[in-house]
């Protein structure tokens, strides 16, 4: 079974911290995504990486960056972290695009809250 | 840009049946649909690419009409096991990427 760990379940920080949410996932998977979810807007894309030190932006990527350096390990990093930030952050892993098995597998959360 | 799904709640009694719907305004790869139960991370259920066909899994089926770029999941029968938010999931290219409608909140009574 595929399995994608996320470093916390709950997270609490202040305003200006800076955030390092770490994703591992263990079957090999070339894709990575971020996500954050929000109730009423559903799962909105942060960053994605389709190889070690590839990344795009989502639909979201303002006040994130990213890290891949190794291909089991994807790290959502919030520079300066703000209250409008408080999230549920989701990471996710998928085989390669164009192969039939790409649906994703997520890992628990983390919910992170900035006071 | 991001897909609509409708009804975005929906409450049924055991054994009922609900379709929901995802439409999306731009020309689709596929979608994928995903279920995340109450604290739990989503969870995989099918992916159907355009051509228009129609997949199973026990008793939740999906379909995909390529011309109105709307994919409509279907539960038949419904248990309690089904209660959850239903997301759809759309590519519009191979690309691995994807997008997520606002989810649809499912509640099977007894």
């Known amino acids: 079974d595929v399995k994608v760990t996320q470093s916390s379940r709950y997270l609490v920080k202040r305003t200006g911290e800076k955030v390092f949410l770490e994703c591992v996932q263990d079957?090999?998977?070339?894709?990575m995504f971020w996500y954050r979810q929000d109730p009423g807007l559903g799962l909105r894309l942060i960053y994605f990486?389709?190889?070690?030190?590839?990344?795009e932006k989502g639909d979201i990527p303002e006040g994130y960056s990213v890290s891949r350096e190794k291909k089991e390990r994807f790290s959502l990093i919030l520079e300066s972290a703000s209250t409008n930030q408080t999230s549920m952050y989701l990471c996710?892993?998928?085989?390669?695009?164009?192969?039939?098995?790409?649906?994703?597998?997520f890992g628990p959360g983390t919910r992170l809250t900035v006071t | 840009q991001q897909p609509v799904q409708s009804p975005q709640a929906v409450i049924l009694r055991e054994g009922e049946d609900a379709v929901i719907n995802c439409s999306s305004s731009?020309?689709?790869?596929?979608v994928h649909w995903y279920r995340q139960k109450h604290g739990e991370a989503p969870v995989f259920l099918m992916i159907?690419?355009?051509?228009?066909e129609q997949k199973g899994h026990e008793k939740i089926s999906a379909s995909f009409n390529e011309k109105k770029q709307q994919s409509s999941l279907y539960l038949t029968a419904s248990q309690l096991s089904y209660s959850g938010t239903y997301f759809c999931?759309?590519?519009?290219?191979?690309?691995?990427?994807?997008?997520f409608g606002q989810g649809t909140e499912l509640s099977v009574k007894p």
């Open positions: 996710a892993s998928s085989l390669t695009t164009g192969h039939s098995r790409r649906e994703q597998y």
């Open positions: 079957m090999d998977h070339e894709n």
């Open positions: 990486s389709y190889d070690v030190k590839m990344k």
């Open positions: 731009k020309a689709l790869y596929s």
């Open positions: 159907l690419l355009k051509g228009g």
């Open positions: 999931g759309t590519e519009r290219n191979q690309g691995g990427k994807l997008i």
